[in-house]
Every structure is written in structure tokens, then in C-alpha cells.
T-cell receptor
Framework: QKEVEQNSGPLSVPEGAIASLNCTYS??????FFWYRQYSGKSPELIMF????GDKEDGRFTAQLNKASQYVSLLIRDSQPSDSATYLC???????????FGKGTHLIIQP | DTEVTQTPKHLVMGMTNKKSLKCEQH?????MYWYKQKAKKPPELMFV???????INESVPSRFSPECPNSSLLNLHLHALQPEDSALYLC?????????????FGQGTRLTVV
């Protein structure tokens, strides 16, 4: 059974601070790890992906992966009110395997 | 271009109707997916097509019938749906093999069954 766990929140962070979102997964065969942002009533938007242990940075976003601990995280620096959304962690085994999603963390950036 | 286009954006249908959802991508992706998302829940995988062949069916009721006419198009045929099938239906596509398997989603079709 593939499971992806996230704290559903809400996670409230002041504007300009760092938002830290966490995710754990149960399937040790997972190879690919993704963070999607979803605004209410909209479809998921891919913001980060990571395949190797360590950190990957893209602008204000940093994804971190620790396969030994089966842990993925997303850091958002200099948080903006427009970052307020639900962040979905997703994993797959690679290839056309389909994604298994966590329940998502509702992030609120307070102006 | 990372665009996946879904039509229609909204659909209201009766329980005896037959309708189809359509999805199109021109990124050269050879894997296409249907997901179902209920309110305040994560997307749930329904079907996967790989190189135009159905590779995964997550025990979806037969009232949902997928079709992949070519590598750019994916349809979901709907028949005799129930009110509990009301949801956001999401299409996605990705590369099929290797490490570049990030999936891009269309804007979804919001389906209401009455």
C-alpha cells in the first residue's frame, strides 16, 4: 500500500518568512518526488520535482529529499500572500506509474 | 509549452446521459492520465495510458470508459453516472520512461451529476 503523509494544516506563516512543508512516504520503491500547488477550485500546478537525495533550489523554492528517512520537504523563502494555497506532495516509482498524492497542506501567508 | 487542454470546463449531466470529456497535449508525452478529485481531497488516479495502451485501471467502475485515439488525445466516456461521481476530473501527461516523469495537469472538468 503506497501512502504519502502530510500535515493538513492550516500552516500559518507571516509574509516574508520561510514556510516549511513536510511529507513522508511509505513505498521504498518510490523514485520521483513532486510538489504541486493547488489554488481553490483550480488544478494542481507543478512547482518542484526532485529525484536524488539532497537539496534542489529553484528561485524561492527548495526541495529536500532524504530517501533513507523517506522524507521530502519544501521550503518557500520570502513567503508572499500569493503563496497561500494547498501544497500537494506526490510520489511515483518512475515511468508511467501515476502519482500517489498526500492529502495536502493548506498554507496561509499572513500579510 | 507545458499545456494540457481539457474540454469542457464545466459539465452538468443527468444520470441517464452519455457524455465525454476530452484532453489534448502537444508536448510529445507518451503517458496520459485521468484523475478524479473530490472537494478537499487529493487527486486519485483512475487510468493510465502508456503509448496509447491502457496500462493502469485503478478498479474504476465501468460507467467510466477511457479511450486514447492517438498520442495527443485522451477521452473519458461517461454513462449512467451517479451523483457521487460529481467531482473535478483532471487529465495529465508526462514522459513515459526515464527520470523526466513530471506530470502536467490540465485545468480540469468540473462535473456535476444530477
Amino acid at each position: 500500500q503506497k501512502e504519502v503523509e502530510q500535515n493538513s494544516g492550516p500552516l500559518s506563516v507571516p509574509e516574508g518568512a520561510i514556510a516549511s512543508l513536510n511529507c513522508t512516504y511509505s513505498d521504498r520503491g518510490s523514485q520521483s518526488f513532486f510538489w504541486y500547488r493547488q489554488y481553490s477550485g483550480k488544478s494542481p500546478e507543478l512547482i518542484m520535482f526532485i529525484y536524488s537525495n539532497g537539496d534542489k533550489e529553484d528561485g524561492r523554492f527548495t526541495a529536500q529529499l532524504n530517501k533513507a528517512s523517506q522524507y521530502v520537504s519544501l521550503l518557500i523563502r520570502d513567503s508572499q500572500p500569493s503563496d497561500s494555497a494547498t501544497y500537494l506532495c506526490a510520489v511515483n516509482r518512475g515511468g508511467a506509474d501515476g502519482l500517489t498524492f498526500g492529502k495536502g497542506t493548506h498554507l496561509i501567508i499572513q500579510p | 509549452d507545458t499545456e494540457v487542454t481539457q474540454t469542457p470546463k464545466h459539465l452538468v449531466m443527468g444520470m441517464t446521459n452519455k457524455k465525454s470529456l476530452k484532453c489534448e497535449q502537444h508536448m510529445g508525452h507518451r503517458a496520459m492520465y485521468w484523475y478524479k478529485q473530490k472537494a478537499k481531497k487529493p487527486p486519485e488516479l483512475m487510468f493510465v495510458y502508456s503509448y496509447e495502451k491502457l496500462s493502469i485501471n485503478e478498479s474504476v467502475p465501468s460507467r467510466f470508459s477511457p479511450e486514447c485515439p492517438n498520442s495527443s488525445l485522451l477521452n473519458l466516456h461517461l454513462h449512467a453516472l451517479q451523483p457521487e461521481d460529481s467531482a473535478l476530473y483532471l487529465c495529465a501527461s508526462s514522459q513515459d520512461q526515464g527520470w523526466g516523469t513530471e506530470a502536467f495537469f490540465g485545468q480540469g472538468t468540473r462535473l456535476t451529476v444530477v
